[in-house]
Nanobody, 121 residues
């Protein structure tokens, strides 16, 4: 499976926005679904969102209405737009290729290094 590289993290105040990018030097056109996860210090990894090859999206309840996910196969990229950020959104964010449908996502084996998001006042 494709190994993806995350970028776009940073520090923002509560209520702010960030857009995370997930790219690869290869092609994502054949990847059935790509998901975003996050992991805060001392906590387990949490699924955040996913998008299928057919552009079906799904979100964790904790981010629904604030985050959007998009996919641009021509640019071999997936984006996570995060709006109205909260302190509890602070974490390392990871994208990963996998399989999924309208209500499920199963990650593959190749995790990247992640990108750090810090939300604080």
């Amino acid at each position: 499976q494709v190994q993806l590289v995350e970028s776009g993290g940073g520090s923002v105040q509560p209520g702010g926005s960030l857009r995370l990018s997930c790219t690869t030097s290869g092609s994502i056109a054949s990847v059935a679904a790509i998901g975003w996860y996050r992991q805060a210090p001392g906590q387990s990894r949490e699924w955040v969102a996913a998008v299928t090859r057919n552009l079906v999206t799904q979100f964790a309840d904790s981010v629904k209405g604030r985050f959007t996910i998009s996919r641009d196969d021509a640019k071999n990229s997936v984006y996570l737009q995060m709006n109205n950020l909260k302190v509890e959104d602070s974490a390392n964010y990871y994208c990963i290729a996998g399989e999924g449908g309208s209500t499920w996502f199963r990650p593959g084996a190749y995790w990247g290094q992640g990108t750090r998001v810090t939300v604080s006042s």
